[in-house]
């Protein structure tokens, strides 16, 4: 069964810190990893990582995978309490008959405090 | 672009009737929808994936009989909670990805929540 794990599940920090979110997966016939953002409602996308080593960054936001080690990372610079939410990371592999499929990690309470 | 919407966003309805909800993708075709639930404090949890034109396919434990789902069209996905019960109640996304070779990313809707009395 497909697993993907965040860590930590709840992080409370002060405007301006640096935070770092993890995720580990065991991901059958793996082929990306995925990044969303959830506030109120649905997740928004961030990121989608396929190759290994290759940092992808917007704004203060970047994320890289290690594909050896089964594991991304998302880090966030100078947070603002806007950047409260649950991260939530996602593992998408390929199967013949539907395609490809995401399992979603539990996510990451992110609480950033004035 | 990639925007997928969700009708109702909200709905209470009595035990025992049912519930239809929509998804939609309103500047792409989705080659694949996704239905997904969600309780409080937890994650996604994928109901069922549908193809356009051809029979959902359903993740274990998730009564097809029950979580009925049509996707008649590449914009358009349908959800419908047959005899619903309280412990149906719950936050239900659906999620929308384009024929992309090679991408997995899925667009969600803003999610329908369902109270169940």
């Known amino acids: 069964e497909d697993k993907v794990v965040q860590s930590p599940l709840s992080l409370v920090v002060h405007e301006g810190d640096t935070v770092t979110l993890n995720c580990s997966y065991e991901?059958?016939?793996?082929?990306?990893l995925l990044w969303y953002k959830q506030e109120k409602k649905a997740p928004t996308f961030l990121f989608m990582l396929?190759?290994?080593?290759i940092e992808k960054k917007s704004g203060r936001l970047s994320s890289i995978l290690d594909k050896k080690e089964l594991f991304s990372i998302l880090n966030i610079t100078a947070t603002q309490t806007g950047d409260s939410a649950i991260y939530l990371c996602?593992?998408?592999?390929?199967?013949?008959?539907?395609?490809?499929?995401?399992?979603f990690g539990e996510g990451t309470q992110l609480t950033v405090n004035p | 672009g990639a925007v997928v919407s969700q009708h109702p966003s909200w709905v209470i309805c009595k035990s025992g009737t049912s519930v239809k909800i929509e998804c939609r993708s309103l500047?792409?075709?989705?080659?694949?929808m996704f239905w997904y639930r969600q309780f409080p404090k937890q994650s996604l949890m994928l109901m069922a994936t549908?193809?356009?034109?051809?029979?959902?396919?359903?993740e274990q434990g998730v009564e097809k009989d029950k979580f009925l789902i049509n996707h008649a069209s590449l914009t358009l996905s349908t959800l419908t909670v047959t005899s619903a019960h309280p412990e149906d109640s719950s936050f239900y996304i659906c999620?929308?990805?384009?024929?992309?070779?090679?991408?997995?990313?899925?667009?969600f809707g803003p999610g329908t929540r369902l109270t169940v009395l």
């Open positions: 999620s929308a990805r384009a024929f992309v070779p090679g991408s997995d990313t899925q667009y």
């Open positions: 991901v059958t016939n793996f082929r990306s």
């Open positions: 396929t190759s290994s080593g």
């Open positions: 996602a593992g998408g592999n390929l199967e013949e008959t539907s395609g490809s499929r995401l399992t």
């Open positions: 500047d792409f075709q989705a080659t694949t």
């Open positions: 549908s193809n356009e034109g051809s029979k959902a396919t359903y």
